[in-house]
């Protein structure tokens, strides 16, 4: 078997966000937000659902599903590669935005209903030690909890260690789907939970569609264009300032540990006329 990155946006989006596959998102839900008994989510209506991209356009940074349950719940799953200025501030407005929006001017408050958000990030963000942690309204003094409409869930993957045979609860095993899938070559055993097993064959290459692979490949190629100008950006901001640098006479080392240039870069921008 040969699976897909996860973290891919059409594979997140694929297996997440596919209508007909709702049983994934429901697993991974009771998984993260730990629900049991009367209080599991047994259905979900996906408010963002699976279709392929058009890649021509712009880069779309981030990766999420929208999805209500059968009381009115609204979950928020975002899939974030790297980190970027303000995003704890842009959760916090999203997650907002989202709850309000849910009644118009004059209606009534109690007409809202929670929203969860949750944060898979390819980064770490926290401070706390898990790799999936919870931030709750809490009273500063007596931590009770009062205002209890949304909450934040993050997962940060670089601090999920633990391998195939570590594995001791359903959180883990998605996790760990998430994080290893793409070099995986067979289902790691004692897999039981449904979902998870239809997120395995949902993320094998196998099952995919010649115009989904195309689509999953065109988002990496778009990634690397990316990452290919902000690189040629740097480089050209760092040449600009070593120039400056050789005006003022300085000597080609302190322009390379100023610049991040090599010897070699910098002895033939001495040589420009």
């Known amino acids: 078997m040969k699976f897909v990155d996860i973290k891919n946006d059409v594979a997140f989006r694929k297996i997440f966000g596919n209508e007909n596959r709702k049983v994934v998102l429901i697993s991974f839900l009771n998984a993260v937000l730990c629900l049991k008994n009367n209080n599991i989510i047994s259905d979900v209506t996906i408010l963002t659902p699976y279709q392929l991209p058009e890649l021509r356009g712009g880069k779309v940074t981030i990766v999420d599903v929208k999805a209500k349950d059968s009381s009115g719940k609204t979950y928020i799953i975002e899939m974030q590669i790297a980190q970027v200025d303000g995003f704890h501030k ?19 408050y109690e007409n809202l209903m929670p929203t969860f958000f949750i944060g898979i990030l390819d980064f770490v963000a926290t401070q706390n030690n898990n790799f999936l942690n919870r931030h709750i309204i809490k009273d500063a003094d007596t931590s009770e909890h009062f205002i209890k409409d949304i909450e934040f869930n993050f997962i940060e993957l670089p601090k999920f260690t633990k391998k195939a045979n570590e594995l001791t609860s359903i959180i883990d095993q998605w996790v760990f789907f998430i994080k290893n899938a793409e070099n995986l070559e067979v289902v790691p055993e004692n897999i039981a939970d449904k979902g998870l097993k239809v997120a395995y064959e949902e993320a094998n290459k196998h099952n995919w569609t010649q115009q989904e692979l195309e689509a999953y490949d065109k988002v990496f190629i778009r990634e690397q ?3 290919g100008r902000v690189t040629f950006a740097l480089r050209k901001n760092n040449e600009e300032i070593a120039r400056k640098l050789i005006k003022r006479g300085r000597p080609n080392q302190e322009i390379v540990e100023d610049t991040g240039l090599t010897i070699e870069q910098v002895e033939k921008l001495r040589t420009e006329k």
Do not use: E, P, W
């Open 90 to 108: 842009r959760v916090l407005y999203y997650a907002s935005k989202s709850y309000s929006s849910q009644i118009n001017r004059g209606d009534d």
């Open 225 to 227: 264009d990316d990452k």
